[in-house]
């Protein structure tokens, strides 16, 4: 029987969100399409099997092709990032941080961390995070001139405050992170390096951004964004010691058994972002990135930082056209235009509310977004911001989104 006879409540909820996700131009920078293999492999028998423990060091048993699964997704891991040693088992991202925390740092450490309102994640230290209340976090910030990391005054920072760690990667952050110079800062400090790259793996994978591996002791991410794959996370290391840490940081100190059926999706995901037709995508990504940056740019609108190096950027909304980035989000909404409410750097408005959008050409290049689609895109976007309170004027626009997304 299907699940459309068995639970047609949740057959119907799903197809709902099959129809949103065919009809709504995805901006936001963090989702993207998984491929038909990466579903089929989430959605296998895998999900039915426990398998506390690592490859052949097991609490259950029947583990054999949990075995085989497990170590081929470390293989195709380490492979694609030119790294020594994976952990492929972390649920999210989130735990991946969690994780790489209590593997290297002793609870209360002193921890850098990019600001939230300036791009970092709420793993890098917010007070209402984890990360917050069990270490001391001490935020970097960018340049209020240029809206970049400065680094000269991270470094000046990081000498005075002394922290046991530094760490790098962001959630809307457009430009490219100098791993070498922070790693730099950090052999400075004597202090450990970590990078979260979740939002740039794909872009790592495939070349287009310094590989954080060369540089820092730990380095974490997801494998839902630019990587293409299921949600979940991954930890990665070239040092045998933090190796086994983090192996026991995951299991038993943070999770249980693995998601199988996940590393099922994360070994796929892993074998076609070595293809060369993933490093296609994502040059294409990128050049569709800047491609709308300049196009909106040339329409009057505000960029942080002026533009952008890799798969998103921030328009300050605000000082573009005198709304809010909550009022953004809900306009683009009405059209069919996906994105989320973001703050910019120094941001005065609240963060329910803030002063931009984030927009990330991940999700709309895998539907085959080229340069015509993105100048469409552009002017889909002005003619809706534009027009905000008239939602009137919205709905027809809307209709042409919808007639436009039925061909991709
Ligand atoms: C830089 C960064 N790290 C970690 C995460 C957390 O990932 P998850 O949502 O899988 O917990 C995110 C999610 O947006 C992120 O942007």
């Known amino acids: 029987m299907s699940l459309k006879e068995k639970d047609l409540e949740i057959y119907q909820i799903i197809e709902n969100e099959r129809i949103r996700q065919k009809y709504n131009i995805e901006l936001i920078a963090s989702e993207n399409y998984a491929s038909e293999e990466v579903r089929e492999a989430q959605g296998s028998i895998f999900t039915n099997k426990y398998a506390e423990g690592y490859p052949h060091k097991r609490y259950y048993g029947g583990c054999e092709n949990a075995d085989a699964l497990e170590e081929l997704a470390i293989n195709r891991c380490c492979k694609l990032f030119n790294v020594k040693y994976a952990n492929v088992q972390a649920h999210s991202g989130s735990q991946a941080n969690m994780a790489a925390y209590r593997a290297i740092i002793p609870y209360g450490a002193k ?83 970590m990078v979260d790259m979740a939002h740039i793996a794909g872009l790592v994978a495939a070349g287009l951004h310094q590989n954080p591996c060369d540089y820092a002791d730990i380095v974490t991410s997801t494998t839902h964004k630019t990587l293409r794959g299921p949600r979940g996370g991954i930890i990665l290391t070239n040092n045998e010691e933090i190796a086994k840490k983090v192996n026991k940081a995951i ?61 998103l950027f921030t328009i300050n909304v605000k000082k573009s056209l005198g709304i809010t980035g909550d009022v953004a989000e809900k306009t683009l909404d009405k059209v069919g ?34 340069e015509k689609e993105i100048e469409l895109l552009a002017n889909f976007m002005d003619d809706a911001l534009r027009h905000y309170d008239d939602d009137a004027y919205l709905e027809k626009l809307h209709e042409e989104e919808k007639r436009f997304m039925e061909k991709y």
């Open 337 to 370: 235009i996906t994105c989320n409410k973001n703050t910019v750097p120094y941001d005065t408005e609240k963060p329910g509310i803030t002063s931009g959008i984030r927009v990330g050409t991940a999700a709309v290049t895998t539907r085959g977004f080229k």
């Open 111 to 193: 921890v850098m961390g990019m600001a939230l309102d300036q791009g970092g994640h709420l793993t890098h230290g917010s007070k209402v995070s984890f990360s917050g209340k069990d270490y001391e976090f001490m935020p970097y910030y960018v340049s209020k001139e240029t809206e970049e990391i400065d680094y000269d005054a991270l470094e000046a920072q990081a000498l005075e405050f002394k922290p046991a760690l530094i760490v790098a990667g962001a959630s809307a952050y457009s430009r490219k992170i100098d791993f070498k110079r922070i790693k730099d800062i950090c052999d400075k400090v004597g202090c450990l390096f």
């Open 251 to 311: 299991f038993p100190a943070c999770q249980g058994g693995p998601l199988l059926h996940v590393i099922a999706a994360k070994a796929v995901c892993f074998k076609e972002a070595m293809s060369d037709e993933f490093k296609e995508y994502q040059k294409q990504l990128v050049k569709n990135c800047a491609y709308l940056c300049d196009l909106l740019k040339n329409k009057g609108y505000v960029i942080v930082s002026g533009g952008t190096d890799n798969h």
